[in-house]
Structures are given as structure tokens and as C-alpha cells.
């Protein structure tokens, strides 16, 4: 797939040239130098927008679009028992479908429910979840939760891994409470990963088990007033391998390259932001979070009303690890943050986006 | 008219068959959910104060479109011309507004709607010039020293090898074939080195072979048509013509180096690359040695062999199409057979006829001489 080499002939070609050529490269340069202070053509390919994807993605067609994705929770439907407990079902299929990723390039996904990132599944601990799941693909395919489960409904080969055409119901209780993930655990497990099987669950705590700090617990409990303050949003750190040759050709937050740098993130400067990242890059060991001008506190895997790491403005996290972040804007100058991976390779092949802070 | 039924029958019938398999499509089971191949390559390349510009030929089955180009593993905005998906064999500009470094190298993916990315790296970023711009005359001056001047110092031997009796002149020509022989070998390789980086659709391996035959023997004919055999003025301009086209080549590729980038530096190069072409001015002023050739015959035929090379260069420069390099290298390699055959030709008439002395340890010594020579000063040009 390389284009041809330099042939021997080419390279002795150049030997004299060197030589004789002292003059015309001097003159070449200083034109160059010169050129770097006055002429706009430098500025622009010096400037931030020149590093980008050409054109735009076509999210209707895709069916899902990156902005909407991040406040799009799947709460599923509810039922309560004659104990009182509530019982929560989802209902996710796995479907064959060929998405969009950047501008013109096309990735023949495996998807739940027509979409990558999955549905962001939204629960309350201590609730029952019955996730109803359908085999609509051409493959087998599983979901695997990260919970706490029994070995049966694991979403492994033998304990709810099911073929084209069947169907499965997971169930447990939903917890600990955090930011979690599920993803097909069908082999070989890196192609179903980074086909696009995976997905966010999130648990949010209970107040009532968390007398010790229930205003924080309202905070994260979706549906709260407490809640309402915040501005929350979830961000599926992902890449795709369009060649099949293990490495990403192109890297994302929630799928779709440079999606939130050609039209940032809009946030009122006066209410807390409120991040759950979850790492699923596959093929690369660990992917990262960094935002500008500013800091945040961060949670690891959500587990905790605590942060595990305060006033920080980077955090790397390996696959399948995930974390809330929080942080907030207030009093802050108006305009562009950017926030992006400090993989500068990951950010230059698009994961790089922009919180736009307004008053 | 059963005349016009016998020429039309057939044709008719080539179509019918055509139009049979089309509708049957029996290769349709093949393809089945099979993605259609890419193939893109790039053909040429400039580097400017504006960033980088490719000219990118599509191999594929299908039309292919560049739907994101990396550069150095990362997204950049880029502009075709003209847009749209690139129609089998057509090609299209890619420029990239891209801050490349001067002396360092860069990569380049070109990726498809499929994802599937094809790569190409600039070895040694250095502008390339703007259709010559001011830089011409410079350019013609490195041609001079490429071609012309060397030959003009390999002719300065005339005078020696003309006192040699016709013994050391049988030995002088086989040098000569030798000489020539080496030339033809390696200007055929430069053609099917040229052909290896052409689109593959153009079969340009197997056109380098059938030009170069083409051409020999299209020169051959003329040859003999001409004269029954040639004089040993003509053979000198055939010779000169031969090396000529060699030194186009030669120009071409030195040129297309420059604009590719890749640079090496070393003047002791100069030196080798003289030494190697003074033995092309040998070549051609060794039929000759019966003559009084004026000096404006000798300038003329300095002039055919050797101001090629600027030319050559000058269109290396603004970086030809491979299979346009291609072309060239393979009439050269032609010419030269042709040359090579009216030697060998020359050599059996003088000294193999019926009662000819036969010095076969002397022509053998002066065609093995002659390729140790050339390719001993080529071994310089190649360090």
C-alpha cells in the first residue's frame, strides 16, 4: 500500500546537486523565513482550523448525532413490585451498520441499537434491571456489564453470549453506583470492541443510602432539583481501525472526529459541568482527558461522593476505565476551551473539541 | 457486398458475444458484498511556501474519492482539483496548506471512503521550483555539467585515438560497445524503475520493452535505408542521438530527484558523475578515427549527446509523470541498440571478413575494458 521509493538513480541524481544547488536552497529558505511573517497562506496553515477534517458528517443518516448523544439517556422503563422495589428494563439490539465516522468515511460497524456509542443505559442503585437483548446482527454478540453480577449473566461465551436471531434477558441490581460501561465480550474480543459493541451504564447513587452526603447524592441522581443545576454529559472516548491493521485511523469522543471542535460544546458559565468518560480506545494502551484554562475534580469510576483526584487538569485512563469529572466555568472569561486527549496523536486524528463558554 | 458481410459478421458477432456476458454477468457472483478495490498512487509532487501539492492517479477497479488526508498523523484541510470522486485512471491535484519543515521528512495518507488509507513520504522536504521560475539558467548550467561537458572532455581523445593503427582501432570500437552495452543495460533499468512507481493500469513494464524494440529497430530501418550500412559519420550522429536520449534520462531522473526531495550532498559526486559521461564522448568520436571531422561536426555531435541532459533536467524539475520518464528511458535504450548493432555490425565487416586478421583477444579485451571503465566511474556515482 506504500507508493513507490525514490529509485537509486534519483538519489545519486541529487549528489552534485547538493552541491551546485548551495545557492538556490539559501535563496529558498530566506523566501520561506520571510514568508512565515508576512504572507496570510503561512498564517492559515500555522492556524488551528487548517488541522482538520474536510467537509461534514451526515448525522441523519448515521441516525444518531454527537450532540445530542450527550445528554441522551436511556432510562428504559419502570415497573414497581409489591415490595416496592422498582424494576428497570432496557431493551438493546445489536444491528449491522455501516456509519459515518469523519467526513466521507464510511466504518462497517457492529452497533446497539443503530448506534456508537451505544445507549448511555441510566439506572438508580439498587434497582432491578432487566436489559432485554436482541441479536439482530451476523454475528454472536453479548453485553457485558461492569457491575456486580452473577457468573451467569456475565455476557461472556456460555452465560448470555447469544447467535444472530436469538435473545437474552440480563439480570441484576444496579450496582455500585459510578459511571460504568458495558461492551460485547464475544472473540475475537478486540474486533467486536472497536466495531463499536460498547456502551455507557451509569448508576447513580441512592440518597437514601447516603445520609452522610445526600446532597451530593441529589446532585447525581438524574431527575433531581439538585441535579437540574448541572450540565451533564457523557463522553465515550473511542477510535476506529478503518484498515483492520490495528492501529486507529481515526480518534473521537462519542464517535464522529472533530465533532465538537467544528461546533463546540455550548455551556452557561454559571452551572457546574458534570463529565462521564469512559475510555473504550481499543489497540492503543491508554487514551486522556485534558481541558484548558482550567481545572477539575475527578472521580475514578464514580464510586465514591469523594473525588479520588482534586484540582486536577489531565487524566489518562487505561480501556474500559472510566470517571466523573467535575468542574466549573464560573466568573471564567466567556469564549472557546478547548479540551482534548494529551495524546497529541489521538487529538490530531480527532479527538480535539471545545467547550464554547458563554455568560 | 459478400465482401461487407465477411468484414461486418464478425464484428457484429464480437458484439453480440459482449452484450450476452454483460447481461449474464456471470463475475456478478464473485463480487457479491465484496468492496470495491482502490488503488491510488501519486504521480507527482511540489513543495511551496503554500504547503504541499500532489498529483494522485487512481488504480482502482472504481471511481475512488480522498475523503480525509493525513499528514504526519494528523487530519489537515485540503483542497482537490478538480472535486469529486477520481474516475479510474483520471487524476486530481490534492494541495495541502501544511507548515512542512525544511530538511526533514513528512508522511502523507490519502484515505479513501472506506477508510483505507495509501501513504506516501516526502524523504527530504525542499521547495520545489515554481515551473523553473528564476532558477532556469541554473538549472541548464547543472545540465551542461550532467551531460555536455563531459562529453566534450571524452572527444578531447580523438586526436590519440586516431594515431593508433587499425588494430588498436578494432579495440577502441569494442570499447565503445562496451561502453554502450553498460549504457543499454542501465538505461533499460531506469526505464523499468520508472515504470515500477507508474499507475499499474498503464502496463508501462511491458511498454518499456516494446518502445525500446520499436525504437531500435525504426532506427535500424532508417539506418539501412539511408545507406547500406552507415558511414562512419552517420554511425557517430546515431551514436550521439543514442546518448542523447540516455542523458534526458539521465536529466529527468536528477531533476525529478530534486522536485521529489531527496537530497544528498557531496561534490566529489560532480567529480564521478564527469569521469562516468566522459566515456559517452569516447564513444561517439570512436567511429570517426578514418574521418577529418571539422570542429563544427564534433561540436554538433557534443551538442545532440549531451544538451539533452539540460533539457532533460529542466523537465525533471517541474517533475514528469512516471510513465512519461518511463517513455523516455525506453527510446533511449532503444537508440542505443540500434547503435550497439551497427558497431557490432562495423566491427565484423572490418575485421572478420575473408581476409581479415581476426583480433579477437583485442576486441574481446576493449568490450570487457570498456564496461569495467563505466561501471567503475559508476561505482563513484553511487557512493
Known amino acids: 500500500m506504500n507508493f513507490p521509493r525514490l529509485s537509486r538513480r534519483n538519489l545519486l541524481g541529487t549528489g552534485f546537486l547538493g552541491s551546485l544547488l548551495g545557492l538556490s536552497a539559501t535563496r529558498a529558505s530566506t ?37 445530542a448523544m450527550l445528554t441522551d439517556w436511556d432510562r428504559g422503563t419502570t415497573s414497581v413490585g409489591a415490595d416496592g422495589r422498582v424494576t428497570r428494563e432496557f431493551e438493546v439490539t445489536a444491528e449491522d451498520k455501516e456509519i459515518e465516522i469523519a467526513p466521507g468515511i464510511f466504518f462497517p460497524a457492529w452497533t446497539y441499537n443503530g448506534r456508537v456509542p451505544g445507549p448511555s443505559l441510566r439506572a438508580t442503585e439498587g434497582e432491578r434491571l432487566r436489559i432485554v437483548f436482541r441479536n439482530h446482527g451476523s454475528m454472536p454478540h453479548s453485553m457485558h456489564f461492569h457491575g456486580i453480577h452473577g457468573a451467569s449473566m456475565d455476557g461472556v461465551a456460555g452465560a448470555g453470549e447469544i447467535a444472530p436471531g436469538e435473545e437474552f434477558v440480563y439480570e441484576f441490581d444496579a450496582r455500585p453506583f459510578g459511571c460504568h460501561l458495558y461492551h460485547c ?26 445520609p452522610e452526603a445526600g446532597d451530593v447524592a441529589r446532585s447525581r441522581l438524574l431527575g433531581t432539583p439538585e441535579n437540574a443545576a448541572w450540565q451533564e454529559m457523557v463522553m465515550v472516548m473511542n477510535g476506529f481501525d478503518t484498515n483492520f491493521d490495528e492501529e486507529n485511523e481515526v480518534y473521537a469522543v462519542n464517535t464522529v472526529a472533530h465533532a465538537y471542535s467544528k461546533k463546540p460544546i455550548v455551556v452557561d458559565r454559571d452551572r457546574p459541568i458534570r463529565i462521564y468518560l469512559i475510555n473504550i480506545t481499543e489497540f492503543d494502551p491508554i487514551n486522556s482527558f485534558h481541558i484548558h484554562g482550567n481545572f477539575f475534580d475527578y472521580f475514578d469510576h464514580g464510586t465514591t461522593l469523594e473525588p479520588t483526584s482534586r484540582i486536577i487538569d489531565t487524566v489518562m485512563l487505561c480501556q474500559a476505565q472510566r470517571g466523573i469529572i467535575e468542574m466549573s466555568f464560573k466568573d471564567f472569561e466567556p469564549g472557546n476551551y478547548m479540551f482534548h486527549a494529551h495524546q497529541a496523536e489521538f487529538a490530531e486524528l480527532g479527538w480535539m473539541s471545545h467547550f464554547e463558554v458563554r455568560a | 457486398m459478400p465482401g461487407m458481410i465477411r468484414v461486418l459478421g464478425p464484428f457484429m458477432l464480437i458484439v453480440l458475444v459482449a452484450a450476452v456476458f454483460l447481461k449474464l454477468d456471470p463475475l456478478s457472483r464473485f463480487q457479491d458484498s465484496v468492496p470495491p478495490a482502490e488503488q491510488l498512487m501519486v504521480e507527482r509532487i511540489t513543495i511551496d511556501d503554500d504547503g504541499l501539492s500532489f498529483l494522485v492517479r487512481s488504480e482502482g477497479a472504481e471511481a475512488v474519492s480522498i475523503a480525509q488526508v493525513q499528514v504526519d498523523g494528523a487530519y489537515w484541510r485540503f483542497q482537490q482539483t478538480p472535486p469529486g470522486p477520481i474516475a479510474r485512471l483520471g487524476a486530481v491535484w490534492v494541495h495541502i496548506p501544511y507548515p512542512w519543515v525544511h530538511g526533514e521528512a513528512h508522511h502523507v495518507a490519502f484515505l479513501t471512503g472506506t477508510g483505507t488509507p495509501f501513504e506516501y513520504s516526502i524523504d527530504v ?18 545540465g551542461l555539467f550532467v551531460g555536455f561537458v563531459p562529453v566534450v572532455l571524452g572527444m578531447l581523445f580523438f586526436p590519440a585515438i586516431r594515431q593508433a ?13 562496451g561502453l554502450l552495452g553498460y549504457l543499454f543495460v542501465d538505461t533499460l ?7 515500477e512507481e507508474a499507475a499499474e493500469s498503464f502496463s508501462m513494464r511491458e511498454m518499456v520493452w516494446i518502445v525500446m524494440l520499436l525504437t531500435g529497430a525504426t532506427l535500424f530501418l532508417i539506418g539501412r535505408r539511408l545507406n547500406n550500412g552507415l558511414s562512419p559519420v552517420m554511425l557517430a550522429w546515431t551514436i550521439a542521438l543514442g546518448i542523447g536520449l540516455h ?57 545532440l549527446a549531451g544538451l ?40 565484423r565487416r572490418r ?20 564496461l569495467v571503465i563505466i561501471y567503475a566511474t559508476s561505482l563513484i556515482v553511487t557512493a
Open chain 2, 189 to 195: 533499468a531506469e526505464g523499468l524503475d520508472f515504470a
Open chain 2, 351 to 370: 575485421y572478420f571478413g575473408e581476409s581479415a586478421a581476426r583480433p579477437v583477444g583485442g576486441i574481446v579485451a576493449g568490450g570487457t575494458l570498456g
Open chain 2, 308 to 347: 539533452p541532459a539540460v533539457l532533460g533536467l529542466w523537465l525533471g524539475v517541474q517533475a514528469i509523470s512516471p510513465h512519461w520518464g518511463a517513455v523516455a528511458m525506453a527510446v533511449g535504450a532503444g537508440a542505443i541498440l540500434q547503435v550497439l548493432i551497427e558497431i557490432a555490425l562495423i566491427i
Open chain 1, 185 to 210: 465480550h464475544s472473540i475475537p474480543l478486540k474486533r467486536h470492541l472497536h466495531k463499536g459493541l460498547y456502551g455507557a451504564f451509569i448508576v447513580d447513587p441512592d440518597p437514601e443510602r447516603h
Open chain 1, 31 to 67: 523566501a520561506l523565513a520571510a514568508s512565515e511573517s508576512h504572507s496570510s497562506a503561512m498564517y492559515d496553515k500555522h492556524a488551528m482550523g487548517a488541522m482538520m477534517t474536510v467537509g461534514e458528517v451526515d448525522h441523519a443518516r448515521n441516525g444518531f448525532d454527537p450532540h
Open chain 2, 125 to 142: 522536504a525542499v521547495p520545489t521550483a515554481q515551473g523553473l521560475g528564476g532558477d532556469w539558467l541554473f538549472y541548464g548550467l547543472v
Open chain 2, 247 to 303: 542523458n534526458l534520462g539521465e536529466g529527468l531522473a536528477i531533476g525529478g530527484a530534486l522536485a521529489g526531495g531527496a537530497v544528498a550532498l557531496g561534490s566529489f559526486l560532480v567529480i564521478g558523475f564527469t569521469l562516468h559521461n566522459i566515456t559517452e564522448g569516447i564513444g561517439i568520436v570512436a567511429p570517426l578515427t578514418g574521418e577529418k571531422p571539422g570542429l563544427p561536426l564534433l561540436g554538433g555531435l557534443a551538442a
Open chain 2, 165 to 177: 593503427g587499425p588494430e588498436t582501432m578494432g579495440f577502441v570500437l569494442a570499447l565503445t560497445m
